[in-house]
């Protein structure tokens, strides 16, 4: 008897899945699927949809370049220690400026020129920066 009723409970708990579920009223504008899968369940997929499609902003990238100069240096090692903090405040910069719309930056090759200034060579480096920029257009 036990048997039975834990019997008839299960068979009934399916039905009810599966014929008596409620259903939310689907809007005429909503695509439905129906798909079976082998175990005999059944699922109903519904999508809300305005009946536009809103069409993605255009992308596009700017790219642009920047000459990035060192300080004047009686040394070679610290005329290029100053081109590498410009180099250094120049990303940073357009990091801040630009955010996660920064998709390129380079400071370049530096080059070093040298100067005499009275009895003194003076050194500088310096470099063409690139860099590329992710617009949002219409």
Known sequence: MKTFILLSAILFSQSVMADDAPTAPAAPAAPTTTSNSQ???RTILIQESTGKKDSPAKV????????ISGSPEAGVKPAYRTWEQK????????????????LVVSCGSPKRTSERIQSDMSYTYHSTGKYKIKVLGK
């Not at 596009?60 to 000459?67: D, H, I, N, R, W």
């Not at 180099?87 to 920064?102: A, V």
Request: aromatic residues 8%.
């Open 60 to 67: 596009f990238v700017e790219s642009g370049t920047e000459e």
């Open 39 to 41: 175990s005999g369940e």
């Open 87 to 102: 180099c250094t405040e120049w990303k940073n910069e357009l990091e801040r400026r630009n955010g996660k719309n920064l």
